[in-house]
C-alpha cells in the first residue's frame, strides 16, 4: 500500500451510512474496505423517527461496535436527519456506500446528486458488493430468519445470536 499517496488525500475521514437494521457481512465488508482505503471511518446509523426497525438505535449500534472490534480506525454513531449536516459536523468530507444490483443504483444516484446539490464539498463514492453478498440485505436477513432459514455466514455471529432471540426468544 502506498502510503504517500492516503496521507496527501484530502479525504481523511469518510462515513459509511445507512440503517443497519441489522448489520449484515455486506456491510461488514464494505466497512472493512473503506478503513483500508482511508485513516479514519465513522459508520453513521441513521435514526429515523417515520420508520419502525426491528432493532432499537441503541442495539444497531452496539452490534455494529462488535461487528468492526477489528477495525481500529473505525468508529460508529447514530445520528438523525440530513447525512450532508452529519458529515459537516463531525468533519467528515467524503460519503462511501455499497452498491450491489442495478436496483440500487437508481436511488443511490438520487440521493448523491441530492447530497452534492447540498453540500459540494462532500464527495460520494461506491464500492460493488462481493459477489457472494450481491443479494445480501437487512430486510431479507429478518425475513430469512423471522421463518426459520438459516442466516448463517450471512451476518456476524452476535447479530445471529441478538435475532435469534428476537424471533424465538433464545440466545
Ligand atoms: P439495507 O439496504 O440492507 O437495508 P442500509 O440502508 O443499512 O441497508 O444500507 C447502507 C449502505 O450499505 C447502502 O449504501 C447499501 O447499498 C449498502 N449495502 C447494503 N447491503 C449491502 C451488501 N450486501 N453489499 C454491499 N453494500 C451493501
Known sequence: MNEGIIMESKYVKAICPGSFDPITNGHVDIIERASQLF??????????????????????????????????????????????????????NLIVKGLRAIS?????????????????????????????????????????????GSIQGLVPTEVEKAIHKKFCGMS
Request: aromatic share 10%.
Open 39 to 92: 485513516p479514519e471511518v465513522v459508520v453513521g446509523v441513521l435514526q429515523n423517527p417515520h420508520k419502525k426497525p426491528l432493532f432499537s438505535i441503541e442495539d444497531r449500534v452496539d452490534l455494529i461496535k462488535l461487528a468492526v472490534l477489528h477495525l481500529p480506525n473505525v468508529s460508529v454513531c447514530a445520528f438523525e436527519g440530513l447525512l450532508v449536516d452529519f458529515a459537516r459536523k463531525i468533519n467528515a
Open 104 to 148: 440500487d443504483f437508481e436511488i443511490e444516484f438520487q440521493m448523491a446528486l441530492n447530497n452534492k446539490r447540498l453540500s459540494p464539498e462532500i464527495e460520494t463514492m461506491f464500492m460493488m458488493t462481493r459477489n457472494e453478498y450481491s443479494f445480501l440485505s437487512s430486510s431479507m436477513i429478518k425475513e430469512l430468519a423471522q421463518f426459520g
